[in-house]
Structures are given as structure tokens and as C-alpha cells.
């Protein structure tokens, strides 16, 4: 049966508009609101709110959004101040109020419905409200009680982030929300601000913990520190004051929860997640999450039902807004990175920066903004980012798409067949810039499985160069590469669709396989044999014959793969490397040798012909590598002559915890491209043309390789480019291809309707 009587533990906007809506569906329901607070109690200033969440509120409570409507401020503009210089993007949409006035309204709204609201008045603990009602709805914010009460059954996970921030006001309207950097003697510290009347501006000013310290904020009363915000923002606030609402120097924490019900208990807004603040407002996810548990509620037939419809439907939403929010969150944390970059790339840097603004939605706000970033990145007229031209060497790349190294498992005993010259020509075909082999082993002992290619033979030798003659006289100006490798202790195992990494199933068939030291990858995989420092001298030369064969065969460019738990990544971390030799311990010792292999084959390679490293840039576990090794380790390839840093994550020990989402690894090519000043290869999960022109327009990265869409669409590249509307240098169809190049006509699309609709 539907709950009828209902105990809502918190009154604020969340609370509050979860009680007005769950009373409106069901006015005989027995809605009881405690708030430990007064009603006019708050703390921050504005709420923002989106579109979407305004239009599910006007079609949930027409009465609410009518309230609503006639205190909302309204503006388009974002204004981002560094160095001197404002740039402007328009056509964003934002729509503010007051905190304390949405309170006000959804209060009245309450007891016009007849929701009993108890203010000034601690609610009793969960544990009692659940056994005397049907539905206890926690609405008790970040630092929830009854979250901490039920521990054990929400498994909550809070993490504590690096900057300091605070909420204050300004006694005038900003006229758009405006980003100001300040660089001071004792680093940099930033301004989020924005209007919420017509006569007074949210300001939060944020910085990283050590800037806070060495500004004296520590030391002083928040009264003084201020004062002293208040003087070096001075110019955004035309010399006034600021104004404090129970203000206190904060470090936002991300709430996770691996359950948000609990019986008939649950948890909605702050208490089962939290956002940070520069994507927007924790009370919209609140506001959201309200409609949803009101709908689930009056879609079910019982509230266990209703209560996992919830989560199923919301948690989706929550995950990815959090994903964009600590990308957000990270960018302001890391904001020194960036501070040299051009002032119209920095701009849109910052505006991209959690990844759900990108450069083809900017473009539709505002393409005049749009068109100077590109004007000042160097993109010939009508030309998109991705189909800009780039040079490593003497290899001259026509756009910025690299078609991923993506293991096939299809040769036989190391030589690419027909497979191989139809799946590389293929995508050779389909526009990228370059294309990349799978990894090509450098010994019959170095293969992954049987399957694997190899470059230890003239046979093999020679079936590569068909392959690289094909690509070069059918698909003039695209590059290929090849990757080079050795598999160590992750040798010797299955094809891929038969059972990843799993130990072939014949005992016969498997070879003996080698690493740093004899620690298995997985239970069932071998052990392997610790290298002596004879074998790895012997390892090397394999390295370099298989160099020179790749040269011979024609390839423009050589990456050497120190990625993914293969044995020179294994050289690398700490978690597969355990020698106390000259190879093993510190970081740069574990570098050793990778170094050798590298020195040995940059040697051997032609000058002209660039050469890039793969690696993992974490080993997502715990005591493995992380963001500041792969700088370390990006900067000494580089320092022996990388000229691009091919950066990918995990794969390293079976035990990781990788946080996987859309272009989830970006982030650590675009440190150490900005931190090293070396240029990188990003990947992971990007699979729109319009990612791949956001991150390079906003410099996060040089080149993206995509790997599971060119399986999906050879042609890929091509089609990006008719998507567009762009014929140019940066994507040459075939001749024979030509006729395909019009993007074909579409049906449709209905929009999706409203979540919640009620009767006026």
C-alpha cells in the first residue's frame, strides 16, 4: 500500500519540496516536516536553478513555478576576467532567486497543502520515525545524521577535497556570472559570482589549501579574511564591501552512497550525494530528486517499489552529474596549470571544463565567442579543431584523430594476413590521421596470445610492409604507426573472446613468460621468471631488430609500449617491480630500464620519423603509480626524445579500481601535457567529434585516439567531417568514396516528455 503517513527529516528546499509535492498528489496523506532550524534560517545566499529542473517544477506544481517565476533574476552572459582581459560567452541561460526566498515560497506552499511544519524542533532519530510512519524521507543535507546513523546499510564514502572556499554576498547585481582569476604573491585565487535579485550577488572565493595558509587566512578571524577577499577582488566589486550569512572557510566533500533506501527510510539531496558548486546547485539535484521520489512514489503500488524505482531512475543522473562536477572541482583545484595559456583558449578551457559544456553546444550559444577561439587556436576558416593539422618529426598529421592500437588476435604465428591489410586499410581509408597497429611483439616469447603479431621475422617483416604500402598509395597524407611491445607476465594467454588474460588451456601450448619479478598477474596466470640483467641486454636487442624491420617496412611513426602491465610497464610500477637491483626501487631506478630500451631504439629509428610512449598513468590501486609518477616518467621520455606521450591508465594489476566515464582518462594527458610541456595522445572513452574538438580547441590534449568507434565506423573520421558540414584538407574522402560524403537525411526525434504532469 501507498505511504500515507509521511516524516520528512529536514526543511530545506529539498524537504520542503518533496513534502508540497508527495501532500499534492495524495491530500490525505499525514505529512510531518521537523527542521531543527528557524524558518528564516539559511546559509549561502542564491540558488540556481536549470531549465530542465524549472520545467519539471511547472509541470509538477504550476503554483510553485508561478512563485518562482516572479523572483527569478534572469541573464545569458558568462564573464571570465584574467590578466587584465574580460571575455564574454553569451547565450548560456541561467535563472537565480534567493535561498532565502525559495524557503519562504515552498514554506507557503506547504501549509497551503496542510504539510504540518515543525521548525525549531530536532526530529527524532530515523530508527523511531520509521517505525511510526510508512515513509521517512532524510532530506538532512551534507552532513545528514541519519546518513551516519545507518552507516552500516547506506555505505556511505566521503571524500574531503584540496581547496578552501566561502560563501559571501555583494550588495549589487553582477550583471553576468563572472569567473575572475586573481594572481597574488601567495598564488592563485579565484571568484565565482552571480546575481540572485536585482540588487545583490553570490560571491565564493576559492583557493587551494596552501594559497589559504600562506595568505594568512588560517590565522585570522573570517571577519578580517573577508575584508582582505573583498581588496583583491576589488575590481570585480567596484571597491565594495562583502557580507557574510554564518560564513566560514569550508572544503566541499563529495558524498557517495552505495544505498539511498534503507526499509521505508531514504535519502534524498546531500544526504545521499553532493556536487560541487561550480557546476551549479546542490539544490537543483535536491529539487530533482523530490520530483523523481514523488513520482516512483505514485507509480507503485507499494513504497519498497517505489523506493528502488527511485534509485534506479536517479542514481544514473546523479553519477554523471558528479563525474562533471569533479572534473569541474579538479580544473579549479589544478587552475595554476592553465594560467600561460592563450587568453581565448584559457577562456574556453574553463568554460568546457567539466565536459557537459563542449565546443558544438558553445558554438550554437554563442559562435561569434566560438569562432575567436578558433581564430586565435589557428583553425583555417570553417575548418573544426579535430581537422587542424599537426607535426611530430617530420610527420605531418592532416587532423587530430589517431585510430587507437587495438589488439586483434588474428595472426598466424606472428604474421599479419588479409584480416590485418583490410581492418588497418579500412580505417586508413575512413579519414584518420594516423593509424596505429596492435601491439606487435617483439619476440614468439613476448606475444600476448597466439594470435599476436610479431615483427621478429623477415616474413612478418614483409607482410607489415604490404600493409604500410597499402596505406601510403590508397590513403595519400594518413599516417601509420606502429606500436612495439612486449606482453611479460601477461604472456602466454588466451585469445581475447576465449577468456581475457586467462592462461591458455593446454599446458603444452603455453611458453614460459618473464618479468621484473615473479609475481603472477592473476591466481591462474603463470609465474613468471625474474629477468637476469643478461636477459633484459637480450630483451633490448629484440627491441631494436624489430625497429629496424618496422623502418624498412615503412612506418612513419614508432611508439613503445609502457602501458597496461606489458613488461616494460611492469618495469615501472611498484606493485609488479620489486628488485633490488639497479632496476628496481625508486622511481627513476624502475626507469632504467624502459629508458635503455628506448635510447636503443630511437637510435636505430630514423631521425626525421617521430617516436611516442604508451603508459599507464595510474595503476588505479593502491601504492601503484599515479598523476605525479606519470609526470615524472613523461618528463624523463621526453627528456630522451619522445615526441608525444601517449597517455592511458590501468591494466596494470588485477586488483585495480579504475573510475571509469566519458573521457575518463583526459585528464591525466591534459596534466602532463600542460605540467611536462610535452605533447600527449589522450584516450579513454571519447566518442564524439565533438569531444575530440573540445579537447583539443580547449588544449587538454594534441591528438585523440579513438579505439571502439573506428570499430564501429571504419570511416568514422569522414563521417565526423559530413556531420559538420566540412570538406577540406583535414578530411580527404576517396575518390570512389566521394558520393557517400553528404551526411544522409534523418527521421525525428520526439522529445521526451515530462517526468511528473499534474492538473493546475
Known amino acids: 500500500m501507498p505511504a500515507q503517513r509521511i516524516a520528512v527529516i529536514g ?40 531549465d530542465e529542473t524549472l520545467g519539471g517544477i511547472e509541470h509538477a506544481d504550476p503554483v510553485v513555478y508561478a512563485a518562482l517565476q516572479d523572483e527569478f533574476v534572469r541573464w545569458d552572459d558568462i564573464d571570465i576576467v584574467h590578466r587584465g582581459a574580460r571575455h564574454t560567452s553569451g547565450g ?123 595568505a594568512g587566512f588560517a590565522d585570522t578571524d573570517v571577519r578580517a579574511s573577508i575584508d582582505t577577499c573583498a581588496k583583491i577582488f576589488a575590481d570585480a566589486l567596484g571597491g565594495r564591501g562583502l557580507t557574510s550569512n554564518n560564513s566560514a572557510w569550508l572544503t566541499f ?12 527510510l531514504v535519502l534524498i539531496g546531500d544526504a545521499a550525494h553532493t556536487a560541487h558548486f561550480s557546476i551549479g546547485s546542490g539544490t537543483k539535484l535536491a529539487v530533482e530528486d523530490a520530483l523523481a521520489l514523488a513520482a516512483c512514489l505514485h507509480e507503485h503500488p507499494t513504497t519498497e517499489a517505489a523506493l528502488k ?32 595559456q592563450p587568453p581565448l583558449q584559457f577562456a574556453f578551457n574553463l568554460l568546457t571544463r567539466s565536459r557537459r559544456v563542449t565546443h558544438d553546444n558553445l558554438r550554437l550559444r554563442d559562435p561569434g565567442f566560438t569562432e575567436s577561439v578558433e581564430r586565435e587556436f589557428g583553425c583555417p576558416e570553417g575548418t573544426p579543431p579535430m581537422f587542424t593539422s599537426f607535426a611530430l618529426r617530420g610527420l605531418a598529421l592532416r587532423n587530430r584523430v589517431v585510430v587507437s592500437p587495438m589488439d586483434m588476435y588474428s595472426a598466424v604465428d606472428g604474421v599479419p594476413g588479409d584480416f590485418h591489410l583490410v581492418h588497418l586499410g579500412a580505417r586508413a581509408l575512413g579519414g584518420a590521421g594516423l593509424v596505429m597497429t596492435e601491439m606487435v611483439c617483439v619476440s614468439p616469447e613476448g606475444r600476448i596470445t597466439p594470435g599476436c603479431a610479431g615483427l621478429y621475422t623477415d616474413e612478418q617483416a614483409a607482410a607489415w610492409a604490404r600493409i604500410a604500402d597499402f596505406v601510403h598509395a590508397q590513403s595519400p597524407g594518413t599516417g601509420i604507426g606502429l606500436q612495439l611491445g612486449h606482453s611479460g607476465r601477461k604472456g602466454s594467454t588466451r585469445l581475447m573472446w576465449e577468456g581475457m588474460d586467462e592462461p591458455l588451456p593446454s599446458p603444452n601450448d603455453n611458453w614460459p613468460v618473464v618479468a621484473p619479478s615473479p609475481l603472477r598477474y592473476k591466481p591462474d596466470n603463470q609465474l613468471p621468471r625474474e629477468l637476469s640483467v643478461p636477459e633484459l641486454d637480450a630483451i633490448r636487442e629484440e627491441f631494436t631488430a624489430a625497429a629496424r624491420r618496422a623502418a624498412r617496412a615503412g612506418f612513419d611513426l614508432l611508439e613503445l609500449h609502457c602501458a597496461h602491465g606489458y613488461l616494460l610497464s611492469s618495469f615501472l610500477s611498484p606493485l609488479t617491480n620489486r628488485r633490488t637491483d639497479a632496476y628496481g626501487g625508486s622511481l627513476e631506478a624502475r626507469l632504467k630500464f624502459p629508458l635503455e630500451v628506448f635510447d636503443a631504439v630511437r637510435e636505430v629509428w630514423p631521425e626525421d620519423r617521430p617516436m611516442t610512449v604508451r603508459i599507464s598513468a595510474t595503476d588505479w590501486a593502491e601504492g601503484g603509480l599515479d598523476g605525479d609518477d606519470a609526470v615524472a616518467v613523461a618528463r624523463a621520455f621526453a627528456a630522451h626524445g619522445a615526441d608525444a606521450i601517449d597517455v592511458s591508465t590501468g591494466q596494470v594489476v588485477a586488483e585495480e579500481r579504475p573510475a571509469y566515464g566519458r573521457s575518463y582518462q583526459v585528464p591525466y594527458a591534459d596534466r602532463i601535457r600542460n605540467e611536462a610541456g610535452v605533447p ?22 594534441d591528438l585523440c585516439a579513438l579505439g571502439r568507434p573506428h570499430l564501429y565506423d571504419p570511416h568514422w573520421t569522414l563521417h565526423a567531417a559530413a556531420e559538420q558540414g566540412y570538406s577540406g584538407p583535414g578530411a580527404v574522402w576517396p575518390a570512389p568514396y566521394r558520393a557517400g560524403s553528404r551526411r544522409p537525411q534523418t527521421g525525428r526525434l520526439d522529445a521526451p516528455k515530462p517526468r511528473l504532469v499534474l492538473p493546475g
Open 309 to 340: 524505482a527511485y534509485e534506479a531512475e536517479r542514481r544514473p543522473v546523479v553519477a554523471s552529474t558528479q563525474r562533471a562536477a569533479r572534473a569541474s572541482l579538479a580544473w579549479f583545484e589544478e587552475l595554476g596549470r592553465y594560467l600561460d
Open 253 to 264: 566533500r563529495t558524498v557517495v552512497n552505495d544505498r539511498w533506501s534503507h526499509g521505508n
Open 92 to 214: 548560456h541561460g541561467f535563472a537565480a532567486l534567493g535561498r532565502r526566498r525559495l524557503l519562504e515560497i515552498l514554506q507557503s506552499r506547504c501549509r497551503q497543502l496542510g504539510v504540518d511544519l515543525r521548525f525549531r524542533t530536532e526530529a527524532p532519530p530515523a530508527a523511531e520515525l520509521s517505525a511510526a510512519y510508512d515513509l521517512v524521507v532524510a532530506a538532512d543535507g551534507v552532513n545528514s545524521r541519519t546518513r551516519a546513523a545507518h552507516a552500516d546499510a547506506f555505505g556511505p564514502h566521503i571524500e574531503e577535497h584540496r581547496n578552501r572556499y566561502i560563501w559571501l554576498a555583494a550588495d549589487f547585481a553582477f550583471d553576468a556570472f563572472r569567473f575572475e582569476i586573481a594572481e597574488t604573491e601567495h598564488g592563485v585565487m579565484q571568484l565565482h559570482g552571480y546575481p540572485f535579485d536585482a540588487e545583490r550577488s553570490t560571491v565564493i572565493v576559492e583557493m587551494r589549501e596552501e594559497v589559504w595558509r600562506a
Open 680 to 701: 600527449v595522445i589522450a584516450v579513454g572513452a571519447i566518442s564524439s567529434w565533438d569531444d575530440v574538438n573540445s579537447l583539443v580547441l580547449a588544449g587538454r590534449t
Open 11 to 50: 526543511g530545506g528546499p529539498g524537504g520542503l519540496y518533496a513534502a508540497a509535492l508527495l501532500k499534492r498528489l495524495d491530500p490525505a496523506r499525514e505529512i510531518t516536516v521537523w527542521e531543527r532550524n528557524a524558518p528564516d534560517d539559511t546559509f549561502g545566499f542564491g540558488v540556481v536553478l536549470s
